[in-house]
C-alpha cells in the first residue's frame, strides 16, 4: 500500500485543520492506522491510532481532546482533526499503517507499523 499524507500548512495558534491519508494499491480497510509526528530536533512521537473498523481509538496523553482520528475505508483515507493549535504542534505529521492485530498500548509503537506516508508539514505560528 502507498500513503500519502496531505493537508498541513502554516497556521496560526488557535486554528484548526484536519490531515489526511489517502491509501492506493490496497484497501485501507486491512491496516490500522497511526499518526505520528516530528518536531525539528526531537524523536518522532506517536500521536493517535484507529482501528480497522474504527472501532478502537487511541491517543497519546499529549493530544487527548485537541485531536481526532477517523477513518472512512470507503474513501480509502484517514483524518486527523486538529483544533486549537499550538506552536508546540508545529511538526511533520506521518502516516502509518500496520497489518497486525490491534493491541492498546502497542499501537503507538512505531516498530510495528510497516507502511509509511511521506509526511505533510505543519507550522504552527504564535
Known amino acids: 500500500v502507498q500513503l500519502q499524507a496531505s493537508g498541513g500548512g502554516l497556521v496560526q495558534a488557535g486554528d484548526s485543520l484536519r490531515l489526511s491519508c489517502a491509501a492506493s494499491?490496497?484497501?485501507?480497510?486491512?491496516?490500522?492506522m497511526g499518526w505520528f509526528r516530528q518536531a525539528p530536533g526531537k524523536e518522532r512521537e506517536f500521536v493517535a491510532a484507529?482501528?480497522?473498523?474504527?472501532?478502537?481509538?487511541y491517543y497519546a496523553d499529549s493530544v487527548k481532546g485537541r485531536f481526532t482520528i477517523s477513518r472512512d475505508n470507503a474513501k480509502n483515507t484517514v483524518y486527523l482533526q486538529i483544533i486549537s493549535l499550538k506552536p508546540e504542534d508545529t511538526a511533520a505529521y506521518y502516516c502509518?499503517?500496520?497489518?497486525?492485530?490491534?493491541?492498546?498500548?502497542?499501537?503507538?509503537?512505531?516498530?510495528?507499523?510497516?507502511?509509511w506516508g511521506q509526511g505533510t508539514q505543519v507550522t504552527v505560528s504564535s
Open positions: 502509518a499503517g500496520d497489518t497486525t492485530p490491534w493491541r492498546s498500548g502497542l499501537v503507538a509503537d512505531e516498530r510495528r507499523y510497516d507502511y
Open positions: 494499491g490496497r484497501t485501507l480497510s486491512s491496516y490500522l
Open positions: 484507529i482501528s480497522r473498523t474504527g472501532e478502537y481509538i
